[in-house]
């Protein structure tokens, strides 16, 4: 099928593709592609990746992931490619089910997300994400992850994966991270190449973006992609086409007259005001008028400013939306419909109030366009949010607000102007101040090129992304950290949530993506030291250690802790609501006045979360083995993600199916299954026999008497005959032994077996980790108790002990 009749069927019956993005269906794909705002490069990826699956899916990557700067685009980017594929998804396009169904469209944007993906590594699928969940997971530690996850994560973003970074200019320090990665995976796939082994589908790299110049991805182990790996769409190639009008559409610039006197709090409260007149003067009724500032606490501020100024009825007034990214999802939600209502449902038009959070591809046009000075990059991609499609025949206005004006003044100190500059550096807003003097016109087609960008602080080597295979914790508790290879120092976030405290029960609170929103560490910082004393009670962490005998500690859930220090990257924090700190109307403040309305874990099952009490229906005799094979599919027709996040060290929670299954049984169906999967994604003879051969073993470590002893008290009455040994019983009672793991068992006696052979290694390694709790160091817990019972002195770890 070709690319033409890809677009017919999924955009519609008038659309065509342009001969660059035909040619992404068919040719060598490029390392860079560079493209005008709106040309549809979002669509050109997905359908030229989805046409190579049909016609090449053994020389294409199985998994699309959709690396990007920001959350708005990477809600907008998932809708429409589950749309897409929604109108694929015919026998007519996809006989052979080559293609992922819109099911098989991951969102990893924070939370207790959905992973099916991890559970289905043979199924094609499209993952989209912020870098910070797919960065720090290609890295081996996945933010809002559960560290058994991410060995998991870490291998299918690294295999079979087409990496696309869209706004490469607002990567930050995720930009050398990229290109690093990149590397890395070149060298491994060149180097697999003359051993003789299969190298399987080595993940590839593209990067997209209107402003950029492929010598941004030179690092020290990845050269600047080569010319001839480079696509730039030349919107004059077709005079008179669609691209042209677009790159022409004018977009007359001028300076606005509201500027802050200083960085002093009355000063800026006067700017926020001025401008909110300016703004409310300008607005075109029926149309759009959008207002970029640089800071979520001066868009909160204007937003409020802009909402005095209307008239008092809402039938007179035009709607009024605020965007940023730190919004509770239902919050961020009702705010981007706002600001999306290309239907408009106001007869009046909107006015939207925005932060950099609206650059990166969202897909509104407005009439008036208000934007603070800001790096050139990024003025560039606001500039594109005005008569975008070029349906303003009389042009759009764009005004420039000169942050660095009071720079001129002789009193201003530097460090007046490096406030009212964050939280970018003078340097860049000079740069591009120099930029804009003397445009009159901002289409694309007047812009100068995209200048130089920031060299990266840090970058990561071979040997950091070594070290990091090793996934245990330090000897004080601590993990490396990565935030400085994920974004720069000073733009880093937690995830905070609110629960009623009255809701706690057995069970540990899973965060739902719905409920949680995310915080930049200094934000957070300094709403944790406006809290009273007493206040840092309300703040707890995940509990590493936590088992459910545990129950709760003090005021805190089960499962959590009291926060303990400052906050770091990665964090997710929950909140008692007095606390404070969230506003629906306007998002994170910060302020502990502003108490938010807790949103119940149970409410948000359709975003991810899962009540850790969910037990599987009872299944027929007949049955166990399907169960055996697909577990998830057969607790939860919506099919269950992953969930590891709540579970304690000694818990085996798919061992209690409410279904008896013989140990036999057990290892059989394992390794008939992982068989077969590594037949469906064509694994090497060698690696399969390994995987086959730890599927044998893998929980042979059952056999232990604590094993056996739960799995007797987990019979609910129902027959067995004696000395048969069980790996899955009725209920989920708990070990009998503190922090007791089955799979360090089965690796012991594996390893016994093979007399401690090095050769036995790999499959040892493969038994030990297929809970992912257990990999490469054998250490007790802080809080393990040793031994008793004339075993004092006998080695232990993780409720095995010596003898």
Request: aromatic share 6%; charged share 30%; net charge negative.
């Amino acid at each position: 099928m070709n690319a033409a009749t890809l677009y017919r069927l999924a955009l519609g019956a008038d659309r065509k593709p342009d001969a660059w993005q035909a040619a992404l269906a068919t040719d060598a794909w490029p390392r860079v592609l560079i493209a005008p705002t709106g040309s549809g490069k979002t669509a050109a990826v997905t359908l030229g990746w989805t046409a190579r699956l049909l016609h090449s899916p053994d020389a294409t990557p199985r998994r699309l992931v959709w690396c990007l700067p920001m959350r708005t685009l990477v809600e907008q980017t998932a809708r429409a490619v589950e749309e897409w594929l929604r109108k694929l998804a015919t026998d007519e396009v996809d006989s052979e089910g080559r293609l992922p169904r819109p099911e098989d469209v991951h969102v990893l944007m924070g939370g207790v997300d959905a992973n099916g993906w991890l559970e289905r590594p043979e199924r094609p699928a499209v993952l989209v994400g912020t870098q910070d969940m797919l960065l720090s997971r290609a890295l081996m530690r996945g933010y809002a992850s559960s560290r058994a996850l991410w060995p998991m994560e870490f291998a299918l973003l690294h295999e079979d994966a087409q990496w696309v970074f869209d706004e490469v200019q607002l990567m930050g320090a995720g930009r050398a991270t990229s290109a690093q990665l990149d590397a890395f995976r070149q060298s491994e796939a060149e180097r697999a190449r003359p051993d003789g082994r299969a190298a399987g589908a080595w993940s590839r790299s593209l990067w997209i973006s209107a402003t950029l110049d492929p010598d941004w991805l030179a690092t020290v182990d990845h050269p600047a992609p080569a010319a001839a790996a480079v696509v730039r769409v030349d919107a004059d190639a077709a005079p008179g086409g669609r691209l042209a009008k677009l790159t022409r559409a004018p977009k007359r610039l001028t300076r606005s007259p509201a500027v802050p006197a200083s960085a002093k709090k009355a000063d800026i409260a006067d700017y926020v005001g001025r401008l909110a007149d300016e703004i409310v003067s300008a607005h075109r009724d029926g149309r759009m008028t959008l207002a970029i500032v640089n800071r979520v606490d001066r868009a909160q501020t204007l937003r409020d400013a802009i909402e005095k100024r209307l008239p008092g009825r809402p039938a007179a007034a035009p709607a009024l939306a605020l965007v940023h990214s730190r919004f509770r999802a239902a919050d961020r939600a009702r705010e981007m419909a706002t600001a999306l209502d290309a239907d408009g449902a106001n007869p009046h038009g909107r006015i939207v109030v925005a932060t950099q959070a609206i650059e990166a591809g969202v897909d509104i046009s407005a009439a008036v366009l208000f934007t603070e000075l800001a790096p050139w990059s990024s003025l560039v991609q606001r500039f594109g949010r005005a008569n975008r499609y070029a349906e303003f025949p009389d042009g759009a206005d764009v005004r420039w607000i000169d942050l660095l004006q009071p720079a001129a003044d002789a009193t201003a100190s530097d460090k007046d102007t490096e406030e009212l500059a964050r939280p970018y550096e003078t340097a860049e807003l000079q740069a591009a101040r120099d930029r804009l003097t003397g445009l009159t016109d901002v289409a694309p087609v007047h812009l100068p090129p995209p200048g130089d960008i920031d060299p990266p602080r840090r970058v990561i080597r071979r040997k950091d992304l070594d070290d990091l295979f090793d996934t245990d914790p330090d000897l004080t508790g601590f993990d490396v950290d990565v935030s400085p290879y994920v974004r720069d120092a000073d733009d880093t976030d937690i995830r905070g949530l609110w629960r009623d405290p009255s809701e706690a029960n057995d069970d540990p609170p899973r965060p739902g993506r719905d409920e949680l929103c995310a915080v930049s560490i200094g934000t957070a910082g300094k709403w944790m030291d406006k809290l009273p004393h007493k206040g840092r009670s309300l703040l707890f962490q995940r509990d590493p250690q936590w088992r459910r005998r545990d129950g709760r500690t003090g005021t805190a859930p089960p499962g959590w802790m009291r926060l303990e220090g400052r906050p770091w990257p990665g964090l997710v924090l929950l909140a008692y609501p007095a606390a404070g700190g969230y506003r629906e109307t306007a998002g994170f403040t910060g302020d502990p006045k502003d108490v938010p309305e807790p949103i119940s874990g149970l409410a948000t099952l359709g975003a991810g979360a899962v009540p850790h009490s969910s037990a599987a229906p009872a299944q027929p005799e007949a049955k166990v083995e399907q169960f055996e094979r697909h577990p998830r599919k057969q607790e939860n027709s919506a099919a269950a993600p992953v969930q590891q996040e709540a579970e304690g060290h000694d818990e085996d929670p798919l061992s209690g199916i409410d279904a008896i299954v013989p140990l036999a049984d057990h290892l059989r169906h394992v390794a008939a299954e992982a068989d077969s999967l590594c037949a469906a994604l064509d694994v090497d003879p060698a690696a399969r026999d390994a995987v086959v051969r730890a599927a044998r073993w893998h929980d042979l470590g059952k056999a232990h008497e604590v094993f056996q002893d739960t799995m007797r008290r987990g019979l609910d009455g129902r027959a067995v005959e004696p000395g048969v040994l069980l790996a899955k019983t009725a209920g989920r009672p708990r070990h009998g032994r503190p922090y007791f793991r089955h799979e360090l068992a089965s690796t012991l006696a594996f390893l016994k077996h093979e007399g401690w052979s090095r050769d036995a290694d790999l499959v040892a390694y493969l038994i030990a980790a297929h809970h992912g709790k257990v990999r490469l160091n054998l250490r007790a817990l802080p809080r393990e108790a040793a031994p008793k019972d004339g075993r004092a002195g006998a080695r232990f770890a993780r409720g095995v002990w010596e003898g």
